[in-house]
């Protein structure tokens, strides 16, 4: 047995056997201050300044011994009971012993402490007692009951040799001792940047981290630094809120609830490439959240710049450490907000939740329904949120909806609407930390359960892990009022209302734009109105104002604008409201910006009036046009007069104002006693067609009396065509036939083949050279044809708008051709029926035919 020491040797306040001196026991002091600061320490003369930094230099020194002495004392307690325990001894007794070894060691007790904590305490991974199963717990029962027994048989030795386990290694044990030892420390730790202190200071079997951060996490999911080790100050603020960055390892480690463990410089900076550039870089690096219980408080991560040595053990019992930290930042926070958010459900104790006590008082004053919603996970997937507390207002929205309020759920409230937005919206918030506004979401009651269809905005933030939704309901009113506000922009109006007895108007937002050119205000002014009118028609809005509010008479004027609204005009509507008395309380109305209405009315009357004038000119011109080809087209009487040859024509102009073709056909008996058989079709319409072709005409009568054959005729024309009419062209066919040998010589320029009827009806197309339109090559030539015609034939010369394309394609010119098939010849009326309907001529296009019958 150890002799006890007397009370005399014992000093410092507190619990007995707490604090014994010793030159290797207590903590060091600093020396006392030399110079004139000592001699102020003691009581000397020295300056205010310099005796003042003394003491706060002593004082601190004390502080700095008081604390390690106190995350000290429960090591040195646990070995004093394992001494107790082992040995036998009084707990006195079991200090005194702790004293002997470290003074023949040379050791600090604080390091023998830890030394024979180590070699009993258990492995931090290892299960508790009271989570081992039925065989190991029986188990653990009979020894202790085997270990009583045999106390009570046999007394204890004096003193017993220390035991050690035999599947412990030297190694592991002062792994365990340090573990010890620094949890001890971290449970006196008084603040955060202190628990940061110790794990960056306390002589460990592994070297100390060379920069360490503790964060706390905010409802927003972004981390708050609270406590560092190793980093410079003004880095520190730069860091002391950390947003939700996945390119960050600390925000991986808190959101995916997991350690990282990061070695080598590479490969910290291959999975996190911004690492390179952080102040907690480094060879080795550990992120890590830390949890209390089921809730995550946060997160820590520590830098090693030479990195820790190989081993999973070392590894395992550094991780170990964070548990303690975990806990003593949990006691820290003692915050009841926090608590009410981290309340688990099912823990009893002897007073109410926080949260059944602040919680409501603050979420049921809000006028919309309101509930927080904890994540709902099945084998680590997000799949629901349930309704942890919900509002009044909530609630009723629930039981509408046929949902029991007490065990709602997001899906089970809105299974279409939660499922395809509401829960992919929060389960990205609840990862990035963003707020979310959700505007026009509709509830439709066929899907989602809701009594009616429902227009819904909802706006919700992340608190920590759960997400609080704020939603409101958009009632008739609400839709009727942006249905207001749409029409009043898409009209261009603005409403008011005045009541008299008030200083200023009260004004749609419509109207605040349309006086303030839209820019954001607050109201129209009332001492600008005057100024926003126009000088001319100001004593007239006066006037009309004075019969509304003195007369009670409505108010219509249009008034152009100045100042704010200058270049502008406005209608003005407006009607009085009476009050009990039959005198005018208030006005309101609306004001129209009428500008662009005014504008294109001004542009439509200036545009009847073009169009007026342009109808005029069309109309005479189209007199014009009609009275030059009726002088043109030859009358029946001088179709009659032609020797040899029966005649007859038609041409027909569409009945549309302003439109004349340049059509027309010609028959003119030579001296010889021929005829000269003329078809022509000008491009264009109108008066100036028509003048050309009356030249063309002409032109030709001119040239047949020359006796130039058809050919020559067609060359000359096109010669003068394109000398004189370089803006026109012309499809023209001339033929000359001699009654004595009943020759037609013919020759055509861009118009089709004459059509030849026997007697019997047959038809053929006349085969010959057709040449360009008139007026496209100067220096054309072209050629005749000539055919001999029997008694009885007929020839049939036409124009129309799809005569040219039809004879290259054939369709509608072979039911030309067969025309004697279904018609009857004689009948020049029908001829021509049967022409348009063959060629499908639309009504507003011209046609010209001629119809050549020899006797």
């Given at each position: 047995?150890?002799?006890?020491?007397?009370?005399?040797?014992?000093?410092?306040?507190?619990?007995?056997?707490?604090?014994?001196?010793?030159?290797?026991?207590?903590?060091?002091?600093?020396?006392?201050?030399?110079?004139?600061?000592?001699?102020?320490?003691?009581?000397?003369?020295?300056?205010?300044?310099?005796?003042?930094?003394?003491?706060?230099?002593?004082?601190?020194?004390?502080?700095?011994?008081?604390?390690?002495?106190?995350?000290?004392?429960?090591?040195?307690?646990?070995?004093?009971?394992?001494?107790?325990?082992?040995?036998?001894?009084?707990?006195?007794?079991?200090?005194?012993?702790?004293?002997?070894?470290?003074?023949?060691?040379?050791?600090?007790?604080?390091?023998?402490?830890?030394?024979?904590?180590?070699?009993?305490?258990?492995?931090?991974?290892?299960?508790?007692?009271?989570?081992?199963?039925?065989?190991?717990?029986?188990?653990?029962?009979?020894?202790?009951?085997?270990?009583?027994?045999?106390?009570?048989?046999?007394?204890?030795?004096?003193?017993?040799?220390?035991?050690?386990?035999?599947?412990?290694?030297?190694?592991?044990?002062?792994?365990?001792?340090?573990?010890?030892?620094?949890?001890?420390?971290?449970?006196?730790?008084?603040?955060?940047?202190?628990?940061?202190?110790?794990?960056?200071?306390?002589?460990?079997?592994?070297?100390?981290?060379?920069?360490?951060?503790?964060?706390?996490?905010?409802?927003?999911?972004?981390?708050?630094?609270?406590?560092?080790?190793?980093?410079?100050?003004?880095?520190?603020?730069?860091?002391?809120?950390?947003?939700?960055?996945?390119?960050?390892?600390?925000?991986?480690?808190?959101?995916?609830?997991?350690?990282?463990?990061?070695?080598?410089?590479?490969?910290?900076?291959?999975?996190?490439?911004?690492?390179?550039?952080?102040?907690?870089?480094?060879?080795?690096?550990?992120?890590?959240?830390?949890?209390?219980?089921?809730?995550?408080?946060?997160?820590?991560?520590?830098?090693?710049?030479?990195?820790?040595?190989?081993?999973?053990?070392?590894?395992?019992?550094?991780?170990?450490?964070?548990?303690p930290v975990a806990r003593q930042i949990d006691t820290l926070i003692?915050?009841?907000?926090?608590?009410?958010?981290?309340?688990?459900?099912?823990?009893?104790?002897?007073?109410?939740?926080?949260?059944?006590?602040?919680?409501?008082?603050?979420?049921?004053?809000?006028?919309?329904?309101?509930?927080?919603?904890?994540?709902?996970?099945?084998?680590?997937?997000?799949?629901?949120?349930?309704?942890?507390?919900?509002?009044?207002?909530?609630?009723?929205?629930?039981?509408?909806?046929?949902?029991?309020?007490?065990?709602?759920?997001?899906?089970?409230?809105?299974?279409?609407?939660?499922?395809?937005?509401?829960?992919?919206?929060?389960?990205?918030?609840?990862?990035?930390?963003?707020?979310?506004?959700?505007?026009?979401?509709?509830?439709?009651?066929?899907?989602?359960?809701?009594?009616?269809?429902?227009?819904?905005?909802?706006?919700?933030?992340?608190?920590?892990?759960?997400?609080?939704?704020?939603?409101?309901?958009?009632?008739?009113?609400?839709?009727?009022?942006?249905?207001?506000?749409?029409?009043?922009?898409?009209?261009?109006?603005?409403?008011?209302?005045?009541?008299?007895?008030?200083?200023?108007?009260?004004?749609?937002?419509?109207?605040?734009?349309?006086?303030?050119?839209?820019?954001?205000?607050?109201?129209?002014?009332?001492?600008?109105?005057?100024?926003?009118?126009?000088?001319?028609?100001?004593?007239?809005?006066?006037?009309?104002?004075?019969?509304?509010?003195?007369?009670?008479?409505?108010?219509?004027?249009?008034?152009?604008?100045?100042?704010?609204?200058?270049?502008?005009?406005?209608?003005?509507?407006?009607?009085?409201?009476?009050?009990?008395?039959?005198?005018?309380?208030?006005?309101?109305?609306?004001?129209?910006?009428?500008?662009?209405?005014?504008?294109?009315?001004?542009?439509?009357?200036?545009?009847?009036?073009?169009?007026?004038?342009?109808?005029?000119?069309?109309?005479?011109?189209?007199?014009?046009?009609?009275?030059?080809?009726?002088?043109?087209?030859?009358?029946?009487?001088?179709?009659?007069?032609?020797?040899?040859?029966?005649?007859?024509?038609?041409?027909?102009?569409?009945?549309?104002?302003?439109?004349?073709?340049?059509?027309?056909?010609?028959?003119?008996?030579?001296?010889?006693?021929?005829?000269?058989?003329?078809?022509?079709?000008?491009?264009?319409?109108?008066?100036?067609?028509?003048?050309?072709?009356?030249?063309?005409?002409?032109?030709?009568?001119?040239?047949?009396?020359?006796?130039?054959?058809?050919?020559?005729?067609?060359?000359?024309?096109?010669?003068?065509?394109?000398?004189?009419?370089?803006?026109?062209?012309?499809?023209?066919?001339?033929?000359?036939?001699?009654?004595?040998?009943?020759?037609?010589?013919?020759?055509?320029?861009?118009?089709?083949?004459?059509?030849?009827?026997?007697?019997?009806?047959?038809?053929?197309?006349?085969?010959?050279?057709?040449?360009?339109?008139?007026?496209?090559?100067?220096?054309?030539?072209?050629?005749?044809?000539?055919?001999?015609?029997?008694?009885?034939?007929?020839?049939?010369?036409?124009?129309?708008?799809?005569?040219?394309v039809d004879r290259r394609r054939g369709g509608g010119l072979d039911?030309?051709?067969?025309?004697?098939?279904?018609?009857?010849?004689?009948?020049?009326?029908?001829?021509?029926?049967?022409?348009?309907?063959?060629?499908?001529?639309?009504?507003?296009?011209?046609?010209?035919?001629?119809?050549?019958?020899?006797?």
């Amino acid at each position: 047995m150890v002799a006890k020491p007397s009370g005399a040797g014992r000093s410092g306040a507190g619990p007995a056997g707490q604090a014994r001196p010793s030159t290797s026991a207590a903590p060091t002091q600093p020396a006392a201050p030399a110079g004139p600061a000592a001699a102020a320490a003691d009581g000397g003369s020295a300056e205010p300044a310099e005796a003042l930094a003394a003491l706060v230099a002593k004082l601190r020194a004390e502080l700095t011994g008081v604390r390690t002495a106190m995350r000290n004392r429960a090591v040195i307690e646990q070995a004093k009971g394992v001494l107790v325990e082992r040995l036998g001894v009084s707990p006195d007794q079991g200090f005194d012993q702790l004293v002997r070894l470290s003074q023949r060691t040379n050791i600090k007790l604080i390091e023998v402490a830890a030394a024979i904590v180590g070699t009993t305490s258990p492995d931090p991974d290892a299960p508790d007692v009271v989570n081992l199963i039925d065989d190991e717990l029986r188990q653990h029962v009979a020894r202790s009951r085997t270990r009583a027994a045999a106390t009570s048989e046999a007394p204890a030795p004096a003193v017993e040799k220390p035991r050690r386990r035999a599947s412990r290694t030297p190694e592991v044990e002062a792994l365990q001792s340090q573990h010890q030892l620094l949890s001890a420390r971290i449970a006196a730790a008084r603040g955060y940047d202190e628990i940061a202190e110790v794990l960056g200071t306390a002589p460990t079997a592994w070297p100390g981290p060379s920069s360490i951060m503790i964060t706390l996490l905010d409802p927003d999911g972004a981390q708050r630094g609270v406590g560092t080790y190793g980093i410079p100050g003004e880095v520190r603020s730069r860091w002391s809120r950390i947003p939700p960055d996945p390119a960050l390892p600390l925000v991986v480690a808190v959101q995916e609830v997991e350690a990282i463990w990061l070695v080598g410089g590479e490969e910290v900076t291959r999975r996190f490439p911004v690492m390179d550039q952080l102040p907690f870089s480094g060879d080795t690096v550990l992120a890590s959240p830390l949890i209390s219980g089921e809730r995550v408080l946060g997160g820590i991560i520590m830098s090693w710049a030479d990195g820790l040595p190989d081993g999973d053990e070392l590894r395992r019992y550094v991780a170990a450490l964070l548990e303690p930290v975990a806990r003593q930042i949990d006691t820290l926070i003692g915050d009841e907000i926090a608590s009410a958010w981290f309340h688990v459900e099912g823990e009893e104790t002897a007073q109410a939740a926080p949260a059944q006590v602040w919680l409501p008082t603050v979420v049921d004053v809000l006028h919309n329904p309101a509930a927080l919603l904890s994540p709902v996970t099945v084998d680590g997937q997000l799949v629901d949120f349930r309704v942890e507390y919900a509002n009044v207002m909530a609630r009723q929205v629930f039981a509408a909806a046929r949902v029991d309020p007490d065990e709602a759920t997001l899906l089970a409230a809105y299974p279409t609407l939660g499922s395809t937005t509401l829960l992919p919206e929060f389960a990205r918030m609840l990862h990035d930390g963003q707020p979310r506004r959700l505007e026009g979401l509709r509830a439709d009651p066929r899907t989602d359960g809701v009594p009616a269809a429902q227009t819904i905005s909802v706006h919700a933030v992340r608190l920590w892990d759960r997400v609080f939704a704020v939603w409101r309901i958009a009632t008739e009113a609400d839709l009727l009022y942006d249905q207001l506000l749409q029409a009043e922009r898409i009209a261009g109006v603005g409403s008011f209302c005045w009541e008299l007895r008030d200083p200023e108007p009260r004004c749609s937002p419509e109207l605040i734009r349309l006086f303030h050119g839209g820019r954001d205000a607050a109201g129209v002014p009332v001492d600008e109105l005057t100024a926003s009118v126009h000088a001319d028609d100001l004593l007239a809005v006066q006037d009309a104002v004075r019969r509304t509010v003195v007369e009670g008479k409505n108010l219509l004027a249009e008034v152009r604008g100045a100042g704010r609204v200058n270049g502008r005009r406005l209608r003005l509507t407006a009607e009085p409201l009476f009050d009990d008395t039959g005198n005018v309380y208030a006005v309101r109305g609306t004001v129209q910006d009428v500008t662009e209405e005014r504008a294109i009315e001004a542009r439509l009357r200036r545009a009847e009036e073009a169009l007026a004038a342009q109808r005029h000119r069309l109309a005479d011109e189209r007199r014009a046009a009609q009275a030059l080809q009726k002088a043109l087209l030859p009358t029946d009487p001088e179709l009659g007069h032609m020797q040899g040859v029966e005649i007859c024509g038609h041409c027909r102009s569409p009945e549309r104002v302003g439109t004349v073709d340049g059509d027309w056909f010609d028959a003119t008996s030579l001296p010889d006693g021929g005829t000269i058989l003329v078809l022509g079709d000008v491009d264009d319409r109108g008066l100036s067609s028509m003048t050309t072709a009356a030249r063309l005409r002409y032109a030709v009568r001119a040239y047949a009396a020359l006796d130039m054959p058809p050919g020559d005729i067609l060359s000359a024309v096109n010669g003068m065509l394109c000398a004189m009419e370089v803006e026109h062209t012309a499809c023209l066919v001339v033929a000359r036939y001699s009654p004595a040998t009943r020759e037609l010589r013919w020759a055509a320029a861009g118009q089709v083949a004459p059509v030849r009827y026997t007697a019997a009806g047959q038809g053929t197309v006349l085969s010959g050279p057709l040449g360009l339109p008139l007026g496209e090559v100067t220096e054309m030539r072209y050629s005749d044809t000539m055919v001999t015609l029997d008694p009885g034939d007929r020839v049939l010369l036409y124009t129309g708008g799809q005569a040219r394309v039809d004879r290259r394609r054939g369709g509608g010119l072979d039911l030309v051709r067969r025309a004697g098939e279904h018609i009857d010849l004689s009948d020049f009326d029908a001829v021509v029926t049967h022409l348009v309907t063959s060629l499908n001529i639309p009504d507003d296009e011209d046609v010209c035919a001629m119809l050549v019958h020899v006797p």
